[in-house]
T-cell receptor
Framework: DGGITQSPKYLFRKEGQNVTLSCEQNLNHDAMYWYRQDPGQGLRLIYYSQIVNDFQKGDIAEGYSVSREKKESFPLTVTSAQKNPTAFYLC?????????????FGEGSRLTVL | GENVEQHPSTLSVQEGDSAVIKCTYSDSASNYFPWYKQELGKRPQLIIDIRSNVGEKKDQRIAVTLNKTAKHFSLHITETQPEDSAVYFCAASKGRGADGLTFGKGTHLIIQP
């Protein structure tokens, strides 16, 4: 089955802890993205990567970090520097990174900071 | 940068009626306008998109119209059904890079039986 897999689906974290969200795709897509979704705020871009070993900051990158060591994988780390980390996080991929192609989303990870 | 405004934030219609969601964008260089549907607890999925070289595109009960002069585009759903209940997001892109897609804040469409 082709698609994007995010894990975990639900995650709880204490303040001051870093947490890493996993995103894996088997679609052979070049580009991968992380979005944050808050109620009434739409989808906001955190980081994106157009090719392996390269990634760029999106609109709300502060307090987050990523890596792209393999084409299939684009993990997101939410660091203790992120002031309001409780949110729903969506990973996505697209065949190319032109911004004019279909995005394929994972099922999301809901992070709650206690 | 690009700014996409989406209205209304909530739309309630009777089953069988039509629904219209409107978006405006600020950057005249934007040339790609997709619409995503997110059902409750599920991932967003592309339902229709339009490029700036056409004014309208249809796919069964859904259609999108684009007015480049006024910089707005709309999603039209006819003969609404219960399965159309979802949050719909519009977006705009200049097609020049992976960071170029800007989303609206979403419209929660409720289909009343």
């Amino acid at each position: 089955d082709g698609g994007i897999t995010q894990s975990p689906k639900y995650l709880f974290r204490k303040e001051g802890q870093n947490v890493t969200l996993s995103c894996e795709q088997n679609l052979n897509h070049d580009a991968m993205y992380w979005y944050r979704q808050d109620p009434g705020q739409g989808l906001r871009l955190i980081y994106y990567s157009q090719i392996v070993n390269d990634f760029q900051k999106g609109d709300i990158a502060e307090g987050y970090s990523v890596s792209r060591e393999k084409k299939e994988s684009f993990p997101l780390t939410v660091t203790s520097a992120q002031k309001n980390p409780t949110a729903f996080y969506l990973c996505a991929s697209s065949r190319t990174g032109t911004g004019s192609g279909e995005l394929f989303f994972g099922e999301g990870s809901r992070l709650t900071v206690l | 940068g690009e700014n996409v405004e989406q209205h209304p934030s909530t739309l309630s219609v009777q089953e069988g009626d039509s629904a219209v969601i409107k978006c405006t964008y600020s950057d005249s260089a934007s040339n790609y306008f997709p619409w995503y549907k997110q059902e409750l607890g599920k991932r967003p999925q592309l339902i229709i998109d339009i490029r700036s070289n056409v004014g309208e595109k249809k796919d069964q009960r859904i259609a999108v119209t684009l007015n480049k002069t006024a910089k707005h585009f709309s999603l039209h759903i006819t003969e609404t059904q219960p399965e159309d209940s979802a949050v719909y997001f519009c977006a705009a892109s200049k097609g020049r890079g992976a960071d170029g897609l800007t989303f609206g804040k979403g419209t929660h469409l409720i289909i009343q039986p």
